[in-house]
Each structure stands twice: as C-alpha cells, then as structure tokens.
C-alpha cells in the first residue's frame, strides 16, 4: 500500500484570478468560506507533486518536500502499490497538455460547462487520479468544470469507496 495525498492550497493573496474562482465556489457552487478559499490541488506521490497550474501553463511534476511548507489542507488515501504507479502513468502521459483556461472563466465563473480534450485545470486532472486510485468510483465520468473546492468536497463527503479506503486529514497553516 501506499499513502497518496490531495494537497488542497489555500489561497490568501486575492489575485483577481484567484478572487473570481473563490467567489465563483462560494456564491455559484454555494460551498462556506473556508472550503471556498481551497484554489488549486495537487497530487503528491512518493515525493512527487503532479498538477496542473496556471504558472506552469499546463500539466506538471515536480519534486517537493511534504509535508509542503505554505498553506495547505490534506485528505490522504491509502491506495494498491499498481493504483499509485498507474496514477503516476497517468499524470506522465498527459505532461505537455496545457492549461485550460477557457475552462476557468466559463465553469468557474459563469457555470458554463466545456471542456477541452487537449487541457486541464487541476481540480480536474486530480479527479482522474482518484478515479484510477480508486478512491472514487471508476464509473464516475469526467468532472467538467470540477474545482477545487468541489473535489475536496467529494473527496472527503462523497461518492468514496469507504470499505477499502481511509482519509486522513491534516491541516496546516502558517
């Protein structure tokens, strides 16, 4: 078994990027103040951070201390060694792909579902990760427009296979 973590980043410098997607989660998604500051994830495994991020313009790894230095919450999942080297395939095919952006100002903002075949957000490259970890069910389709906030929620409240799986949460501040 291994130990997979969804490192959650709470964002405290209000960057208009990152105001719209807070008051997109808080008023649009209806999730309270604290879940809504939750505005980028990534996946850590066995000392690599896989995501997709803004400032990297697309799907990215790199190699991070844990647990990670800002603030950060963190739901951990014990998953089959083959679950996490599938994850870590996965996350490795699809490095290159940009950034999605059209994604963020139409689902996070204005709610307007549309994906691009070719691009990611974070919240939704995670949620495949967690499909092939098998922390959330396999059958589960593609989230469009997932954020942040929402895979947290679904994570921690939702479609989880509870008999195999436990979650440890930790929180961490500066």
């Known amino acids: 078994m291994k130990k997979i973590h969804f490192c959650f980043y709470k964002e405290y410098k209000r960057t208009t990027v990152t105001k719209s997607i807070y ?52 739901l951990s999942f014990d998953v089959e060694n083959r679950d996490a080297e599938r994850i870590k395939q996965f996350f490795e095919s699809q490095m290159g792909k940009g950034y999605d952006y059209l994604n963020i100002v139409l689902n996070q903002v204005f709610n307007v579902n549309t994906q691009l075949d070719n691009k990611w957000i974070c919240s939704e490259i995670c949620f495949e990760a967690a499909k092939i970890g098998k922390i959330i069910t396999p059958e589960w389709t593609r989230m469009v427009g997932m954020s942040p906030a929402a895979l947290y929620s679904h994570l921690l409240y939702g479609d989880i296979n509870k008999g195999k799986r436990n979650v440890d949460i930790k929180k961490k501040s500066n």
Do not use: C
């Open 23 to 74: 008051l997109a989660q808080k008023y649009l998604q209806g999730f309270d103040e604290d879940i809504s500051k939750l505005i980028h994830v990534e996946v850590y495994i066995d000392g690599t951070s896989y995501t997709s991020s803004m400032n990297s313009n697309g799907v990215r790894k790199r190699e991070r201390n844990f647990p990670f230095e800002e603030s950060w919450e963190i």
